[in-house]
């Protein structure tokens, strides 16, 4: 098993530019979940789902869309990227929201100038 | 507002010695509470969790305490290791499918030889 996969590990972007970051799991979680971390803040939800078709928003959702069309794949998607958005991000996924641990991917960082 | 606090954003711990992160949570409706540890330039992974009908969890070395009347929680390490030293994130949920997992801002533990 692969576990949670992101893709890209770095980017860099351009203020007003918009971007898809990728995550994937192979172990047929339901939870599946988007943090930041910031220097300082710790790591805050931004976007979470509980099962396909099913998204909710976390503490820090504004400037992020996600979808979950499929139980494997919860992308992230920036519609026009702000420098305030530079950050590391983070996906995780779980069998349920609560109590069962989160797999984490190993994060994109992302720099947007 | 913060609902989960790690008021000690660093420790520094002899090798050998018992290592003690604490948290403090303000939500009375959360009932599961988890440690991940996280050493820089990879994703958290899950250490040790604890549900709110009990007081205490052990697994190895590592063990969290849970006092729910002064909405405190602890991890306790024994004995430290070098590879201990890590960011330590305590968090929070309720019990509900649909309730978020809430991250305090992270303890980074320095385990000094």
């Known amino acids: 098993n692969a576990g949670v996969t992101q893709t890209p590990k770095f980017q860099v972007l351009k203020t007003g530019q918009s971007m898809t970051l990728q995550c994937a799991q192979d172990m047929n979680h339901e939870y599946m979940s988007w943090y930041r971390q910031d220097p300082g803040m710790g790591l805050r939800l931004i976007h979470y789902s509980v099962g396909a078709g099913i998204t909710d928003q976390g503490e820090v959702p504004n400037g992020y869309n996600v979808s979950r069309s499929t139980t494997e794949d919860f992308p992230l998607r920036l519609l026009s990227a702000a420098p305030s958005q530079t950050s590391v991000y983070f996906c995780?996924?779980?069998?349920?929201?609560?109590?069962?641990?989160?797999?984490f991917g190993p994060g994109t960082r992302l720099t947007v100038l | 507002d913060q609902q989960v606090k790690q008021n000690s954003p660093s420790l520094s711990v002899q090798e050998g010695r018992i290592s003690i992160l604490n948290c403090d949570y303000t939500n009375s409706m959360f009932d599961y509470f988890l440690w991940y540890k996280k050493y820089p330039a990879e994703g958290p992974t899950f250490l040790i969790s604890?549900?709110?009908?009990?007081d205490k969890n052990e697994d190895g070395r590592f063990t969290v305490f849970l006092n729910k009347s002064a909405k405190h929680l602890s991890l306790h390490i024994v004995p430290s290791q070098p590879g201990d030293s890590a960011v330590y994130f305590c968090a929070a949920s309720g019990m509900n499918r649909d309730d978020k997992i809430i991250f305090g801002k992270g303890t980074r533990l320095h385990i000094l030889p």
């Open positions: 995780a996924s779980s069998y349920t929201g609560q109590a069962n641990e989160q797999f």
């Open positions: 604890i549900s709110s009908i009990k």
